[in-house]
């Protein structure tokens, strides 16, 4: 400053300036105020630009490209499984029913068949026929005179644990509880075949015998002797009738 010079004047030939010190420091507080919010803005501007760095200039490409490569990853797998179907079923072509055996009806046995539809009156209800498998069918003739034979049944079935029924229709019918009684060794039961089902169906001959097997086909044996002797054959009416027989072994060279 040049004390001969004039007021506010800089031998230096700067400009002039205004400067006014207040009297209490009290007056500047609200320069100070405007100045820290200017502070607190520019580091929110810093902290902003730290932020979104890697997204601008050439730092931006490889977050865009990551983000291509996953959604495209997506995509494809959930076209894949939707893109999945059950593989087909292999068709099986049929040439024809199998052949039925020789001398047999409708691919049974032959001298066999199936117990017809139908009730018998069992143990004084009614009974579908059809719940007497695995089981021994004596047809019981009217004036029967077969005592001995139905005894004789009766015991073989026992043996065997098959059930024996005592099946009386018609004339047969009025007789059947004494029979029963009298020659089934209390294991036999009484079966009235008030409609006839079973002897329609069989056509029974003298005393008539059907064995059924567990799949409902019944062997017929008619005009059975006193001294019938079915017990070979007793065990076989636990199995199917049309169920194949057991492969024979083959012999074992030593």
């Given at each position: 400053?040049?004390?001969?010079?004039?007021?506010?004047?800089?031998?230096?030939?700067?400009?002039?300036?205004?400067i006014e010190i207040p009297d209490d420091a009290r007056e500047l507080e609200r320069d100070v105020l405007a100045y820290?919010?200017?502070l607190r803005a520019c580091r929110r501007r810093q902290r902003l630009r730290r932020v979104f760095a890697p997204f601008t200039g050439h730092g931006a490409a490889l977050?865009?490209?990551a983000t291509c490569v996953a959604v495209s990853m997506l995509a494809g797998a959930m076209l894949s499984v939707v893109s999945i179907t059950p593989a087909s079923a292999p068709t099986v072509t049929r040439t024809g029913a199998a052949p039925a055996r020789s001398g047999s009806t409708g691919g049974l046995p032959a001298g066999?068949?199936?117990?017809?539809?139908?009730?018998?009156?069992?143990?004084?209800?009614?009974q579908p026929v059809r719940i007497l498998v695995s089981s021994v069918l004596v047809?019981?003739?009217?004036?029967?005179?077969?005592?001995?034979?139905?005894?004789?049944?009766a015991a073989q079935a026992a043996r065997a644990?098959?059930?024996?029924?005592?099946?009386g229709t018609g004339a047969a019918a009025p007789q059947l509880a004494r029979l029963t009684a009298r020659y089934g060794g209390g294991t036999a039961r009484p079966v009235y075949?008030?409609?006839?089902?079973?002897?329609?169906?069989?056509?029974?001959?003298?005393?008539?015998?059907l064995l059924v097997h567990s799949?409902?086909?019944?062997?017929?044996?008619?005009?059975?002797?006193?001294?019938?002797?079915?017990?070979?054959?007793?065990?076989?009416?636990?199995?199917?009738?049309?169920?194949?027989?057991?492969?024979?072994?083959?012999?074992?060279?030593?």
């Amino acid at each position: 400053m040049s004390f001969g010079g004039e007021p506010g004047r800089d031998d230096g030939g700067l400009p002039p300036v205004n400067i006014e010190i207040p009297d209490d420091a009290r007056e500047l507080e609200r320069d100070v105020l405007a100045y820290h919010r200017e502070l607190r803005a520019c580091r929110r501007r810093q902290r902003l630009r730290r932020v979104f760095a890697p997204f601008t200039g050439h730092g931006a490409a490889l977050p865009l490209i990551a983000t291509c490569v996953a959604v495209s990853m997506l995509a494809g797998a959930m076209l894949s499984v939707v893109s999945i179907t059950p593989a087909s079923a292999p068709t099986v072509t049929r040439t024809g029913a199998a052949p039925a055996r020789s001398g047999s009806t409708g691919g049974l046995p032959a001298g066999t068949r199936r117990l017809p539809a139908g009730t018998v009156v069992l143990d004084g209800r009614q009974q579908p026929v059809r719940i007497l498998v695995s089981s021994v069918l004596v047809l019981v003739p009217a004036r029967c005179g077969c005592g001995a034979a139905l005894r004789r049944l009766a015991a073989q079935a026992a043996r065997a644990h098959v059930p024996a029924f005592f099946v009386g229709t018609g004339a047969a019918a009025p007789q059947l509880a004494r029979l029963t009684a009298r020659y089934g060794g209390g294991t036999a039961r009484p079966v009235y075949d008030t409609a006839d089902v079973l002897g329609s169906a069989y056509r029974p001959a003298g005393l008539t015998v059907l064995l059924v097997h567990s799949d409902a086909v019944a062997e017929v044996r008619k005009n059975l002797p006193a001294g019938v002797q079915l017990a070979p054959a007793l065990p076989g009416l636990l199995r199917p009738a049309a169920a194949p027989a057991p492969p024979a072994a083959s012999p074992v060279n030593t």
